[in-house]
């Protein structure tokens, strides 16, 4: 006989925030992450959230916010920065370092809210290469400290950025190689 599970609706009726207005630390980061202090009976567990590619922790502000709203601890980095050319043009943002290197900033990073907070396990939350980065932390380090890990799109088969690089391939093939290394 099958189970019943309990389902909970919730009605979110919110707009999208504007990124522009989002108070941020001197480092970028939206101000209602990284309370080493926030404990919270009804969340214990605390929620790092992971970016993507091409990205930041200001571009999940709508997630973070919607938890920290409903009484979550939130923490996140920005991580996997480093010098091509995307970042030269726009240095803001990051998600383009190897997904290893990436992987070792959070992996720190958890550890570190882990110390800081007292907490055992951590839930994560990762949009596009975030997921991957997850992934990747647990296959690395383990996953005996994750209580959820939350892949939003995870792109556990690579990226082709939108279709551009397959059509780039295709119409030339010989100078693909070119054209991508500074990406």
Same mark, same amino acid.
């Given at each position: 006989?099958?189970?019943?599970?309990?389902?909970?609706?919730?009605?979110?009726?919110?707009?999208?925030?504007?990124?522009?207005?989002?108070?941020?630390?001197?480092?970028? @980061?939206?101000?209602?992450?990284?309370?080493?202090?926030?404990?919270?009976?009804?969340?214990?567990?605390?929620?790092?959230?992971?970016?993507?590619?091409?990205?930041?922790?200001?571009?999940?502000?709508?997630?973070?916010?919607? =938890?920290?709203?409903?009484?979550?601890?939130?923490?996140?980095?920005?991580?996997?920065?480093?010098?091509?050319?995307?970042? =030269?043009?726009?240095?803001?943002?990051?998600?383009?370092?190897?997904?290893?290197?990436?992987?070792?900033?959070?992996?720190?990073?958890?550890?570190?809210?882990?110390?800081?907070?007292?907490?055992?396990?951590?839930? @994560?939350?990762?949009?596009?290469?975030?997921?991957?980065?997850?992934?990747?932390?647990?296959?690395?380090?383990?996953?005996?400290?994750?209580?959820?890990?939350?892949? @939003?799109?995870?792109?556990?088969?690579?990226?082709?950025?939108?279709?551009?690089?397959?059509?780039?391939?295709?119409?030339?093939?010989?100078?693909?190689?070119?054209?991508?290394?500074?990406?």
């Amino acid at each position: 006989m099958p189970t019943a599970q309990a389902t909970t609706t919730t009605n979110i009726t919110s707009t999208a925030i504007d990124q522009k207005t989002v108070p941020t630390t001197k480092d970028g @980061l939206p101000t209602i992450l990284n309370h080493w202090d926030c404990r919270s009976s009804q969340h214990p567990t605390p929620v790092i959230m992971i970016h993507g590619t091409f990205s930041r922790q200001l571009s999940q502000i709508d997630v973070t916010q919607m =938890l920290h709203d409903r009484g979550y601890c939130v923490f996140g980095i920005d991580a996997g920065h480093n010098d091509n050319l995307y970042t =030269l043009i726009k240095p803001e943002y990051y998600g383009t370092a190897h997904v290893d290197e990436t992987t070792d900033q959070v992996n720190a990073f958890i550890e570190k809210v882990k110390r800081k907070t007292g907490a055992k396990k951590v839930d @994560l939350i990762g949009h596009s290469q975030g997921g991957l980065i997850i992934r990747n932390r647990i296959t690395r380090y383990g996953g005996k400290d994750v209580r959820i890990a939350m892949m @939003l799109a995870g792109t556990h088969q690579g990226t082709t950025l939108m279709g551009a690089s397959k059509i780039v391939e295709e119409a030339m093939p010989h100078l693909f190689p070119i054209i991508a290394a500074p990406l």
